[in-house]
Every structure is written in structure tokens, then in C-alpha cells.
């Protein structure tokens, strides 16, 4: 058998982190290990999950090719150098790092490498027009890179199968998972793991939802048609069946009924610590400051949909949508308090 032919590039030492990208000539879709070596000793093996565009553009396959590498400060402290290198031994370009006392970035005192096992992970489900890619942005900004996942179908995020791919003893470095999942993705995560959500009033939902699923359909498909008749999970009481952990697979379209609805807010009373509402932008902003320990959070509010297309429909047709998502809307309003306040719903 051929050997494999690697391909890999150090990219930068900050004087904490080794981030790179690593990948295979002869096979686009192998990720190879990545080892590093202190001093000639093994120290950590990481699998490269990181979407690169250049990396894709140069070489081609899906494009998740980077990786990063945390150093414990033990290691920073009495090492003389780190290699990077394939399970040949061929050493990654640009490697080894040779390191220097005065390149030692002071904030190696906080370093996570030092913490194998990350006890208190965040899980952000991110339901559909309800303010996630705002808070997206936030979560990037927040976690350190390589501590965080984006659950996504396309780059940079990753799907499930890509997710499961990685070593489980490098998943359990994480501290975040963000993205369109359901409950129930924590069991794939060594640790303890809380969760967290933004819910959105369902009518207005549910028809920005139409509008950015079926905006090049319009007039083949129209919003009461996505509704009576769902194709799509997303028009199905979708957010009680994310809360609920109750994917098509587990709950066929059409079948989510009073048990799916208290499953779903059991979850949220056991293992939910933050739910905010867009409707309540400055609260959902104050609980956001407490759930991340941060002093003040400005919310962008992107790619929500700021549509009023209810006022285009009748009686009837509103009744339609708030009655074939009865579960959805009996969701919102107790975790709203019936209607008469909004905010974020926080545990300690």
C-alpha cells in the first residue's frame, strides 16, 4: 500500500497556541493526526476539524483542514522546543518552535491546556430567525479558537458526522458548542454541559422563516402551504421539538403532542441555564452578561428578519399557523409567563 502523502503548515505560534493546517495529497477526505512533541516527548495529538477557505481553494475537499494546539504552561516553562509533526514523523513546515523565555505570552497563566476536561461546557441551540447569528457573533469573539464548534451544515461550521469524527478526547477540550442542533448533543461530550437558547414569538417565527426558506419559491410555495402541509421540521413546532431533543428521525412531522411539549420543558428546567426571547432584547442582553460573565453585551440583532407580513394575513389564516403550532405558542407563553413579562430564563 502507498504511503499516504501529507501536507501541513505551521502557521503561527502566539506563544500559547500552535495553530496550523494539516491534510492529505493523496486522499482530500483523510484528516491526519497531528502530534506534538516537547523535547522529543509526545505531549498531545490533535485532529484537524477547522474550516480553512485558502486551504480549499488551494488543494480542493471540504476545506476542514486547520487545527490548534494549546500548550500547558508546564511545558512552556521547561521546554526547550515543540515539534509538529505526521504519524511518519514528517515534520509539519515551519516546524519546530524554538522557545524563548521572552516570547512567553504573560496570559499562559490562564492557559486552558492546563484544564484536560472542561466541567462546565455551554451548548447554544440556535432555532432558526431567532437572533443566533447575532449572538454568533458574540460567542466567536468570547471563547478562545479551537474551544469552541459551530454546528452548521456548510463551512465554517461542521455537520454531525464531521463533529463525531473528532477524537473524543479532543472533543472534551471544548467549551462551547454552538449551532442548529437539538437537545441531546451534550451525550457526545465528555464533561458536564449546560445549555442555552433564544426563543422567538412563533407567528412572527415561522413567517420570517417562510420568507428566508422559500423567497425563491414564492408563488410556488406559499406560507400557508408550508404550514397545512410541512415538509420541513422548521414549520412544526421546531421549537419545541429542539427543546424537546425530538428531531423528523425521533418525531415524525405532525406528531409532536403533549408529551414532546413537557419533555421539552422538563429540559429546560434541569439543564438549561439561560432562554432568552427577541422580543426582549435588553433582557435577553442582561442574562446574556451573566450566562458568559461578562459586564455589558450589545446585541447586533443580524439576519433575524425584521418582516410584518402578519398584517397580510387574515383571521383564519393566523389561526391556522398559531393551531398547527399550538405547542410552540403554549411553549413561548409559559416560559414568557403567559404573555404578561418577558425574560431571560436563568438558573444558577
Given amino acids: ?24 495529497y493523496s ?32 488543494y480542493g475537499g471540504d476545506g476542514m483542514n486547520g487545527f490548534v494546539a494549546s500548550i500547558p504552561l508546564s511545558v512552556i516553562k521547561f521546554a526547550s522546543q515543540l515539534e509538529v509533526v505526521f504519524s511518519n514523523g514528517m515534520q509539519l513546515s515551519n516546524s519546530p518552535i524554538f522557545l524563548r523565555r521572552q516570547n512567553i505570552n504573560r496570559r499562559v497563566r490562564n492557559n486552558p491546556a492546563d484544564r484536560l476536561f472542561q466541567d462546565d461546557g455551554l451548548i447554544f441551540l440556535h432555532i432558526q430567525k431567532s ?3 447575532s449572538l454568533r457573533q458574540i460567542f466567536e469573539s468570547h471563547f478562545d479558537e479551537g474551544r469552541i464548534i459551530f454546528l452548521y451544515p456548510d463551512p465554517p461550521g461542521m455537520t454531525r458526522q464531521q463533529f463525531l469524527a473528532i477524537p473524543l478526547i479532543q472533543r472534551a477540550k471544548l467549551n462551547c458548542v454552538f449551532g442548529h442542533e437539538y437537545y441531546g448533543i451534550h451525550e ?12 422567538r414569538e412563533p407567528l412572527t417565527r415561522i413567517i420570517s422563516n417562510y420568507y428566508h426558506h422559500y423567497k425563491t419559491l414564492q408563488g410556488k410555495v406559499t406560507l400557508m402551504e408550508a404550514v397545512e402541509k410541512p415538509t420541513n421540521v422548521e414549520f412544526d413546532n421546531y421549537m419545541v421539538r ?11 412531522i405532525g ?12 429540559n429546560v428546567a434541569r439543564h ?34 425584521a418582516y410584518n407580513h402578519s398584517i397580510l394575513l387574515s383571521d383564519d389564516e393566523i389561526s391556522i399557523i398559531r393551531d398547527r403550532n399550538k405547542f410552540d405558542v403554549q411553549l413561548y407563553e409559559i416560559l414568557t409567563g403567559g404573555g404578561k413579562t418577558l425574560f431571560p430564563f436563568e438558573r444558577s
Avoid at 429542539?242 to 415524525?252: C, D, I, M, N, R
Avoid at 406528531?255 to 422538563?266: F, H, M, Q
Wanted: proline share 5%.
Fill in 1 to 24: 500500500m502507498a504511503e499516504q502523502q501529507y501536507i501541513g503548515y505551521v502557521d503561527q505560534w502566539d506563544g500559547q497556541r500552535i495553530l496550523g493546517w494539516a491534510g492529505c
Fill in 27 to 58: 486522499n482530500q477526505a483523510e484528516k491526519p493526526y497531528v502530534f506534538i512533541l516537547a523535547d522529543g516527548v509526545v505531549i498531545d495529538c490533535v485532529y484537524p476539524y477547522m474550516y480553512r477557505k485558502d486551504i480549499q481553494d488551494t
Fill in 131 to 133: 437572533a443566533g447569528t
Fill in 188 to 199: 457526545f461530550l465528555p464533561g458536564t454541559w449546560r445549555y442555552a437558547t433564544v426563543l
Fill in 242 to 252: 429542539v427543546l424537546a431533543g425530538a428531531s423528523e428521525q425521533t418525531v415524525p
Fill in 255 to 266: 406528531s409532536v403532542n403533549e408529551t414532546t411539549l413537557s419533555l421539552a420543558l422538563e
Fill in 272 to 305: 438549561f441555564s439561560f432562554v432568552g426571547f427577541v422580543e426582549n432584547s435588553h433582557g435577553m442582553a442582561e442574562g446574556l452578561s451573566k450566562l458568559l460573565d461578562r459586564p455589558s453585551i450589545s446585541l447586533p440583532m443580524e439576519n433575524i428578519g
